[in-house]
């Protein structure tokens, strides 16, 4: 699709304009610069044509920092990959000479610019004039927060789209989370082939749950690099909250979660916890030990850590792992066919009469156990979806199937078929004989 960059010095609007054309509140907006980091993409739509929208970190050419650094890097890379630049100013403070120099950097990439001068809360000429010195045109007077004049400059820069047309979204959404610090962005980073996240050794680097689509061998996909996820009384701020609330939406969306744990920490609590959320969504998932290349080893460890998961993730037995190194690149590229996998999995449907062929026999071959002289007696089964695959169960009385027995049907069905990676639900309902 269409690609459309808002690009801007700092704290001129950028991500409430995103918000509002987005739909729903996916950039971290509040008043001071430097909020958002990264590129945050969504796919709108205006007049019937379908494009991605992409949010970036204000843009301080001059700043020395070394994230304003990486954030304008960021902007740059959107403005190369764009079809259109929405160049945000601030009515208010007026034209200044970071805006200037950024206007120099959108004339030299020879994209084409709608100008828009945000903040402009009620009609007053005045206050757009002096944006025609910049030399890009006419300047499209817009009060974001208010959704004042939006329509008017998306109108300038649908028109002035490259002709083409526009795929499905058909690719798959793979959702790479974990605590902060783990290597999450430098795993994206990695996959991608380019400097696509912001890389810093500061823990919660990454605000926003940031979307990249890229194609692989002619398969689409779509990588969310997600904050990393802390526990409640560690968030410190609104701002690391909101991240952490974008971090968990990202979990739900995805089709595909890539579980990244540090290797030199080993398995710990909270990663327990994301993991087990990640459960609970009934994604299909892939454990990722990274940092694997920090990790002192003899022939031992992989069965070592491999026990420990075992033993910390008994809730989800199913689970797949792989030991990378984003820094070095090892076993990275395995990393898209283990999510193409699990996610097959969890699509994987079981045709009804193997699955009561094959229920009933375990049923013969174990019974349930009798609960004051009455036996569970299952009637039929029927797998009735997928991602995750469900399997419901019509049994005489569903308060009679111990959770151990469950358990039991559960590995039956596993061992019958392969869905690792994912986890399955059984679903039991009453039926009265004869009924």
Known sequence: MPVIAIVGRPNVGKSTFFNKVAGRKIAITENRPGVTRDRITAEAEWRGKPFTLVDTG???????????????????????????????????????SDDEDVADFLRRSKKPVVL???????????????????????PFAVSAEHSRGIGDALDQAVALF????????????????????????????????????????????????????????????????????????????????????????AIER????????????????????????????????????????????????????????????????????????????????????????????????????????LLIDAMRISEPPAYQGRRLKMYYASQVSVRPPVFVLMVNDENLLHFSYERYLENVIRGAFDFSGTPIRIVVRSKKEGS
């Open 162 to 249: 490259p002709a083409g047309e526009t795929a499905a979204d058909d690719a798959l959404k793979i959702a790479v989370v974990g605590k902060p610090n783990a290597g999450k962005s430098s795993l994206v980073n990695r996959l991608l082939g380019q400097e696509r996240a912001i890389v810093t050794p500061v823990a919660g680097t990454t605000r926003d749950a940031v979307d990249t689509a890229f194609e692989r061998d002619g398969k689409r996909y779509t990588l969310i690099d997600t904050a990393g996820i802390r526990r409640k009384r560690s968030v410190e701020d609104d701002v690391e909250y909101y991240s952490v609330l974008r971090a968990l939406d």
């Open 116 to 138: 828009v001068v945000n903040k402009v809360d009620e009609y007053a000429p005045e206050k757009v004039a002096e944006f025609y010195a910049l030399g890009l045109g006419e």
């Open 58 to 96: 204000g843009i301080e050419l001059k700043s020395e920092d070394a994230m304003w650094k990486q954030i304008a890097l960021q902007a740059r890379i959107a403005v190369d990959t764009a079809d259109v630049i929405l160049f945000f100013t601030d009515a208010r403070e007026g034209l200044t």
């Open 254 to 357: 995805a089709d595909v979660c890539l579980l990244v744990v540090d290797s030199t920490a080993g398995l710990t609590e909270q990663d327990v916890r994301i993991i087990g959320r990640v459960h609970e969504q009934g994604k299909p998932s892939v454990v990722v030990m990274n940092k694997w290349d920090a990790v002192e080893k003899d022939t031992e460890t992989v069965l070592t850590f491999e026990k420990k998961l075992k033993e910390d993730l008994k809730f989800m037995g199913y689970f797949k792992s792989v030991y990378v190194s984003a820094k070095t690149g090892q076993r990275v590229d395995k990393l898209l066919s283990l999510a193409e996998e699990a996610y097959e999995h969890a699509s994987f449907r079981v045709p009804t009469g193997t699955l009561n062929d």
